[in-house]
């Protein structure tokens, strides 16, 4: 390429030919002679000198190469990327002495020490080396920081000499120095998030300002706030926001709405949730017919209300998912709506959309459709109400209460069975998770945990709900529509494996080689039902299996053994949900399956992507949030003792669960003097003595140490 330069020279004019000079070529064939030793800047730069040597062109072609992941930087110097061991990566998670990044383009996690994090942070894109480490797995390396993204953590103030310092709660182990420009009154032991302002090599030589305190960091509810925060999770809705949830939660607009409606009101409808439940988005009817039942699956209409592009729209796109954590819950909507024109309250018209399903004699689905309804719920069914009821404890008050319902009751029931028969029947792995419920006292504090119960009514309403998520992956297909499915892939052969190690080392049997077929995880779980080992078993299957996430493509739900599902039942909790109701109900209004491609193709995709990352960090949020008020309850019963089931083995110690579902440690610093030896998968062994700790094994422990800001509990043996 020729540049032409037309330059003055005192009166003179002056014509310049210059060659353009390919400074990334150049660079490309420095480093590829130079093989795997480093190329230092200085010889790099010496290389490309040449006649009309531009430094500017130079540098910008050096740092072209190592955007594209074609170069990196080392502190020796330059070297080319050997496309097998340096991957592009996101920083995923990170604990004070390590962390994960996750590659890009395959989604496969690499475990990071932490002095080989190069003080990378959450969301930073890396490029990273693989390497063989200490186990199977390949470990990792970070050679550069491609794009810095996060720079906001969370910690606790700490006093060291008299100088108040910050500890992250993750990133690093050591005390932070810090800025105060707001002025915040700060003590110890107070929970603070601080921005950095400054990147250093490590974790620990970043700096750091103070932008929120959120009070004592020995209440769990001061450090749920701080991880609500940090993920951006706020309970908070914008103006403009409210003012349109105001503006469309009229009642009295739901009369002059229902033109072209399905008008259901004369149908016994009812809603069966929590006690305390006020977002009450769906509600069911069944009734029995020639030849079978016709099961009503009753959603609140949000999409009527909620809008594309919409304020509304905007932020439950951004939300993706309610949160739910203690007592508490962060909507997706404004509660104008969650728990106002969209919830589906007793004894008052509402909008919906419904699913109208006819079964035959065996719970088979012989036919449905989807309707745009009107309905008026006869009564706000509770769980453990209808539990009563179903278990034949008939009292007056409760038959008063649902007088106009109770005629159908035995009738749901009845279809229920059949369901969860044919469910059975297909195989699907009934996993047995113990989860916990937190008793939280009105000073906001933790006092009690307990296992969550489910009753027949819980697995009544989960069971017309999946039917009706089954019905509406079927509508998407067969009417060829842009859609968002719930899908479930196979195990992975790596989580196979490990689950057939276990299972080996647990001495149970199993009956395949290759890919197992749900029946077979089903099969394992019917053998181990009421034993010891039943938790450990059901937590190495579960942790055999693929994330559920949503997708564009129809791939089917291994863990439910049904090749068409999606979410339809939560659309006031649920941005997948709110995605099809709208793709459904513009198709059902006269669009064609063409005109609905073309208006929905690209929302779908961004919809079925938005509503995973959502998922993942709300799961991780509420689990975050929960850690924190389990430790707070334990720090109340320090140096009581407890019977306990190890639940995992590791090099460093035994997690304990307790019949609470609380978890501890027991660190090997805590049991008796030795080597230990971890076999990898199951067992920790001490050499000196041989006495030895396997996962499933009962142990006695007594509570040592309880620490609510980091939601950890520490045991030792009893």
Known sequence: AYEICACLVGSEMCIRDRTK????????????????????????????????????????????????????????????????????????????????????????????????????????????????????????????????????????????????????????????????????????????????????????????????????????????????????????????????????????????????????????????????????????????????????????????????????????????????????????????LSNGIC??????????????????????????????????????????????????????????????????????????????????NRGAPQLETPEGKLIINEDDVCVGVKVRQRGISEEMIEDFMLTANECAARFGLENNLPFVYRVHENPSEEKLENLKEGLTKLGITFNFNGQPSPADLSSILEKVRGTDIAVIVNNLILRSMSKAKYSTEPIGHFGLVLDDYAHFTSPIRRYPDLTIHRIMSDFLGGLTAEQCAQKYNKFSYASADQSTQTELTAMNVERSCEDCYKAEYMKAHIGEEFDGIIVSAMDFGLFVMLPDTCEGLVSVHAMSEGDYCYDGTMTLKNLNTGEAWRVGDRIRIKVANADVNSGKVDFIPA
Not at 173 to 181: G, I, Q
Not at 361 to 374: D, G, P
Not at 375 to 392: A, F, P, T
């Open 21 to 336: 000079t390919d400074y990334q070529k150049l660079i490309f064939i420095k480093l590829k002679k130079s093989g795997k030793k480093p190329v230092s800047f200085k010889e790099l730069l010496k290389s490309c000198r040449i006649n009309g040597f531009d430094f500017g062109e130079f540098v910008k072609a050096v740092n072209k190469l190592k955007a594209k992941g074609e170069i990196t930087e080392t502190r020796s110097g330059f070297l080319l990327i050997d496309k097998k061991s340096f991957v592009k990566c996101v920083v995923a998670r990170l604990n004070k002495t390590y962390g994960f990044v996750r590659d890009t383009a395959t989604d496969q996690e690499f475990f990071i020490t932490g002095k080989f994090l190069k003080g990378a942070m959450p969301g930073d894109i890396v490029l990273v080396r693989t390497f063989e480490g200490k186990g199977a797995s390949l470990e990792g390396e970070v050679q550069e920081i491609l794009e810095e993204n996060f720079s906001r953590f969370t910690g606790e103030i700490v006093s060291e000499f008299g100088e108040l310092k910050i500890v992250p709660d993750t990133l690093s182990k050591y005390a932070m120095e810090f800025e105060n420009p707001n002025g915040f009154e700060l003590h110890e032991h107070d929970k603070v998030m601080a921005e950095i302002t400054v990147r250093g090599s490590r974790h620990s030589e970043h700096k750091c300002t103070i932008v929120s305190s959120f009070g004592s960091s020995l209440k769990a509810a001061v450090c749920a706030l701080s991880v609500l925060e940090l993920n951006g999770i706020t309970p908070v809705f914008p103006p403009e926001v409210i003012y349109e949830a105001k503006m469309v939660s009229d009642s009295l607009r739901v009369s002059q709405d229902t033109a072209d409606r399905l008008d259901l009101r004369d149908k016994p409808i009812f809603t069966i949730d929590g006690a305390d439940t006020k977002d009450i988005d769906d509600a069911v009817s069944v009734e029995r017919i020639e030849g079978g039942y016709e099961l009503g699956v009753h959603i609140a209409d949000v999409s009527h209300y909620v809008l594309p592009k919409s304020s509304l729209d905007s932020e439950a796109f951004k939300r993706g998912t309610s949160v739910y954590y203690a007592n508490r819950v962060i909507p997706m909507l404004p509660k104008e």
């Open 343 to 424: 919830s589906l309250n007793p004894q008052e018209d509402r909008l919906a959309f419904s699913c109208l399903i006819r079964l035959d004699s065996n719970a088979v689905i012989k036919e449905y459709k989807f309707a745009k309804t009107i309905i008026h719920s006869r009564v706000k069914g509770v769980y453990s109400e209808l539990n009563e009821l179903l278990e034949g404890y008939n009292s007056k008050t409760l038959c008063e209460k649902y007088s106009e319902v109770l005629e159908t009751i035995p009738v749901m029931h009845e279809l229920a069975v059949k369901l969860n028969k044919k469910k059975l």
